[in-house]
């Protein structure tokens, strides 16, 4: 059985998705997150709380996520703060 | 020989020990600050604070209160030094065991937005408070002994665990492990020191030395791990 992903992972992997695209929708997010739709809303507001990601909403009314700074510096970090979170089992 | 001369310049000594402590402890402070305020990872943040708190506690400890930088004075300046002293050391060894079970407690993404000022920091303030009063009351530092004895044995089950389960992929656990293990040893020779050979120096001397073992081996360990990026 496959291993259940870690939270970090989880959230590495969402924003990999963003940072991939961009702009994505929600919608798009939740299939490649594979995550149910409740823990994916779980994982986006607290994304959106941290400074992760933002919203956007066009003239449409159409939403879309993207990466802020913030985000794109965890990503580049990640591997670091992956590394010292589990060497002291934090 | 190397002990005559360690006891004859014994304040001398002690202050460099603490400065060498605090400095560790800061340059850890840094590195893993800067880790939390890229991931707000609460784990980080509570050891963070724990390395923060241990190094205000050896700053209070041998620097402000060094009678040899401080030649003073009033004898309630000692007694707010030995205070403040608890309070930070026993607040740094709860951050440490709370770093290692925060993700226990706190429930998934809605983490506490303080870290000093939540229900369950509170509650060590709270048991921090009532050990400082019991030792205040019978002049002695036993109750923090003890204290320390049982977080540090909880805090070295704790990481036995995780090595015994991540060993092989995540090398330093071993290494936390024999600090978690070293940190027991040392609160309880502190103890012995203190209740049974009346703080002999040769005691004090080797509990200093494996003190620093300790914050040397976390201080490798938060180098090691954090100086690759990208």
Redesign the interface.
Known sequence: MAKKRE??EVIKDILVSIKNTRQIKPTRLLYSSNLSPQMFK??I??LIT?GFIKLDIDKDEKKSFSLTK?GY??L??Y???E???????? | MIYDFIIQNREILKIFYGLMVVLICLVIVLR?DR?FR????Q??R??RNAFFFFSLAFLIRYIMGSNVLVPIIHNNYFFIVKVAFEFFLIMAGFFLLY??L?KKIEV??ESYPSSLFNPVILIFYLFTFSVIFLDLIWNTYSFMFVSQIILFSFASA??FV?YEN?SR?????KF?FIAMIFSLIAWVLNALAALLFNWNPLFAINISIINLIIFLIFLL??IN??K???
């Open positions: 939270r970090l779980e994982y507001n607290e941290k913030k510096d965890f580049q970090e591997r670091v703060i590394s010292f979170v589990d060497n002291f089992g934090l | 893993t880790l890229i991931s707000l990872h784990g980080i509570y050891f770093s290692l925060w998934s993404g704790i990481s995780n991540n992929r995540h090398k330093f656990l936390y360990g938060v791990v954090t690759y990026r990208g």
